[in-house]
């Protein structure tokens, strides 16, 4: 049998997969739904639900602590979702995954327990100019307490990395790069592999901001050569409040906790206590147990559709958007346009707000996103105060980047 992979493209099968999805199918003002705003979160198929509520309502009980057979039952759950995100993630062993909150979470995570042990005066935080605001303030506000210093990477006028700033900035003096794999702002995919290996032989430990870049196409993290990787559950049609954090098992050993209470300790004494190995270390209290279950449904469900099929299905989207667009609208500025790209659309229109364009755009009944996409230094960068972005998923039709088309034309006629 042919592996997911090998089938035809996924457009061929975008009624029955957009059948499984509920929320498509509901009017907004009067209209069908068109949800272009993906990359702030995704809609959740049945197989996600049916999970969650089937662990809600069968095997509800805490993990770890119990002998009775709900609290089994709900332990073998959440450790089979733990095998699962190690699987998707093309980790070594399941103890590599720290299950979080989410991306954010995950990241002050790696910059509490990396600040502890590896920055100080002279050793510094290496940035790029693209990051989301969860990978600036947490390393902020690390390198104020130690005494490092942040250094970033400037951007190019297209989006992409200024690599020759790149290999100048990293040197001996950097603890630990922190960078995006994917821009939420710009969809600009990022050199990762490479930048992590540069990171490797200046003795740098790499974090990568892997949010945007996992609901895309594959990852497997021992190929990009990252010691920590962060995603979301909401943003690979999981739930929210679950994501996880995977790390190099060396490293995850040699890191402190950063949060303390039940399940993260080996010993307790009012002289002092010992710790859990990882993961259990940096998972103190009650876990997202559902949330954990509904993340492990959904990356089967992306599995079994094929994440190659998926980049190449959101791959023809771009194309396809960024040409009508150019061509069918006039005073369309992208922002954005590296090489490399996911599929994300950031444009503003000559003389009208983004936040007016996504207001009308909502009465027409398209979602997008406008703001500064909790990337600010990207706006500074390229002179706007907010642009309006349109981002795919997997369900996307080419019927609904027309619809954006249209959309924008009646923006126009009403503001222009």
């Given at each position: 049998?042919?592996?997911?992979?090998?089938?035809?493209?996924?457009?061929?099968?975008?009624?029955?997969?957009?059948?499984?999805?509920?929320?498509?199918?509901?009017?907004?003002?009067?209209?069908?739904?068109?949800?272009?705003?993906?990359?702030?979160?995704?809609?959740?198929?049945?197989?996600?639900?049916?999970?969650?509520?089937?662990?809600?309502?069968?095997?509800?009980?805490?993990?770890?602590?119990?002998?009775?057979?709900?609290?089994?039952?709900?332990?073998?759950?959440?450790?089979?979702?733990?095998?699962?995100?190690?699987?998707?993630?093309?980790?070594?062993?399941?103890?590599?995954?720290?299950?979080?909150?989410?991306?954010?979470?995950?990241?002050?995570?790696?910059?509490?327990?990396?600040?502890?042990?590896?920055?100080?005066?002279?050793?510094?935080?290496?940035?790029?100019?693209?990051?989301?605001?969860?990978?600036?303030?947490?390393?902020?506000?690390?390198?104020?307490?130690?005494?490092?210093?942040?250094?970033?990477?400037?951007?190019?006028?297209?989006?992409?990395?200024?690599?020759?700033?790149?290999?100048?900035?990293?040197?001996?003096?950097?603890?630990?790069?922190?960078?995006?794999?994917?821009?939420?702002?710009?969809?600009?995919?990022?050199?990762?592999?490479?930048?992590?290996?540069?990171?490797?032989?200046?003795?740098?430990?790499?974090?990568?901001?892997?949010?945007?870049?996992?609901?895309?196409?594959?990852?497997?993290?021992?190929?990009?050569?990252?010691?920590?990787?962060?995603?979301?559950?909401h943003k690979v049609y999981g739930p929210t409040g679950i994501g996880a954090l995977y790390g190099r098992a060396e490293l995850l050993e040699s890191l402190p906790p950063w949060q303390g209470g039940g399940d993260m300790i080996r010993t307790v004494t009012f002289e002092g206590s010992t710790w859990a190995e990882p993961p259990?270390?940096?998972?103190?209290?009650?876990?997202?147990?559902?949330?954990?279950?509904?993340?492990?449904?959904?990356?089967?469900?992306?599995?079994?559709?094929?994440?190659?099929r998926i980049a190449a299905h959101e791959a023809d989207l771009l194309t396809y958007a960024t040409g009508r667009l150019l061509a069918d609208i006039p005073g369309i500025n992208l922002i954005g346009t590296a090489p490399a790209k996911a599929g994300v659309i950031s444009f503003t229109l000559d003389g009208i707000h983004p936040?007016?364009?996504?207001?009308?755009?909502?009465?027409?009944?398209?979602?997008?996103?406008?703001?500064?996409?909790?990337?600010?230094?990207?706006?500074?960068?390229?002179?706007?105060?907010?642009?309006?972005?349109?981002?795919?998923?997997?369900?996307?039709?080419?019927?609904?980047?027309?619809?954006?088309?249209?959309?924008?034309?009646?923006?126009?006629?009403?503001?222009?």
């Amino acid at each position: 049998m042919s592996s997911p992979d090998a089938r035809a493209p996924l457009a061929a099968e975008l009624p029955t997969i957009r059948a499984a999805y509920p929320a498509l199918g509901r009017r907004v003002h009067g209209k069908p739904l068109v949800y272009l705003d993906n990359a702030a979160t995704t809609h959740k198929p049945l197989a996600v639900l049916d999970a969650e509520r089937e662990q809600a309502m069968w095997h509800n009980a805490n993990v770890h602590r119990g002998v009775h057979l709900l609290s089994q039952e709900a332990t073998e759950r959440y450790e089979a979702a733990r095998s699962t995100v190690r699987s998707f993630l093309g980790a070594a062993e399941d103890r590599e995954i720290v299950f979080v909150r989410g991306t954010t979470e995950a990241l002050n995570l790696a910059t509490a327990t990396l600040a502890a042990t590896r920055l100080g005066p002279g050793r510094d935080v290496l940035l790029t100019g693209m990051e989301h605001h969860s990978n600036i303030v947490p390393w902020q506000l690390a390198c104020q307490a130690s005494g490092a210093s942040l250094r970033v990477v400037p951007l190019l006028d297209d989006g992409s990395l200024d690599m020759e700033a790149f290999d100048r900035l990293l040197d001996g003096g950097v603890a630990v790069m922190a960078i995006v794999h994917t821009s939420n702002a710009l969809g600009t995919i990022n050199p990762v592999q490479a930048m992590c290996a540069k990171a490797r032989e200046v003795g740098a430990i790499s974090v990568v901001d892997g949010a945007q870049a996992v609901p895309h196409g594959p990852v497997n993290v021992r190929e990009l050569g990252a010691d920590l990787f962060a995603f979301s559950g909401h943003k690979v049609y999981g739930p929210t409040g679950i994501g996880a954090l995977y790390g190099r098992a060396e490293l995850l050993e040699s890191l402190p906790p950063w949060q303390g209470g039940g399940d993260m300790i080996r010993t307790v004494t009012f002289e002092g206590s010992t710790w859990a190995e990882p993961p259990a270390r940096f998972e103190a209290g009650t876990p997202n147990i559902t949330g954990a279950v509904g993340l492990a449904a959904a990356l089967d469900h992306v599995t079994g559709l094929g994440m190659d099929r998926i980049a190449a299905h959101e791959a023809d989207l771009l194309t396809y958007a960024t040409g009508r667009l150019l061509a069918d609208i006039p005073g369309i500025n992208l922002i954005g346009t590296a090489p490399a790209k996911a599929g994300v659309i950031s444009f503003t229109l000559d003389g009208i707000h983004p936040h007016d364009i996504g207001t009308v755009l909502d009465h027409e009944g398209i979602a997008i996103r406008t703001g500064h996409h909790c990337a600010q230094p990207v706006m500074d960068r390229y002179g706007v105060p907010a642009t309006a972005r349109a981002s795919f998923g997997l369900y996307t039709t080419r019927e609904e980047v027309d619809a954006l088309v249209v959309g924008l034309r009646r923006v126009q006629e009403m503001l222009g």
